[in-house]
């Protein structure tokens, strides 16, 4: 972790970099997906992923990796859409086991 951090007015928060390795594939995957949702840059995708990860972490990893799979699965046309009370149906779940 490097500490070049810098505070551009007293507003915002003073940032911190972080290295972080990830294979080509999956920066490609995340490439993709914060084009997509119009995030604008990487770095502001990254750091809500990680805000939302850290503020719900009843939310386990399983179900990180069922949302990834759904989100594959929507991509390549073979999965549905389902609504919101089936995935909070899922995350209550997932927080009770």
């Known amino acids: ?8 007015n007293d507003d915002e928060p003073e ?6 390795r990830i294979s ?7 490439d993709g997906t914060w084009k997509e949702e119009g995030f604008n840059s990487r770095s502001e995708f990254l750091r809500y992923a990680i805000r939302d990860a850290v503020k719900h972490p009843a939310f386990t990893r399983e179900g990180w990796k069922q949302i990834a799979a759904s989100e594959h ?25």
């Open 24 to 30: 080509k594939a999956f920066l490609e995957d995340i």
């Open 15 to 20: 940032m911190t970099q972080v290295n972080l």
């Open 1 to 8: 972790m490097s500490g070049a951090g810098t505070a551009p």
């Open 73 to 97: 699965g929507l991509r390549l046309g073979d999965e549905e859409l389902v609504n919101r009370d089936e995935v909070v149906g899922a995350m209550d779940d997932d927080v009770d086991q």
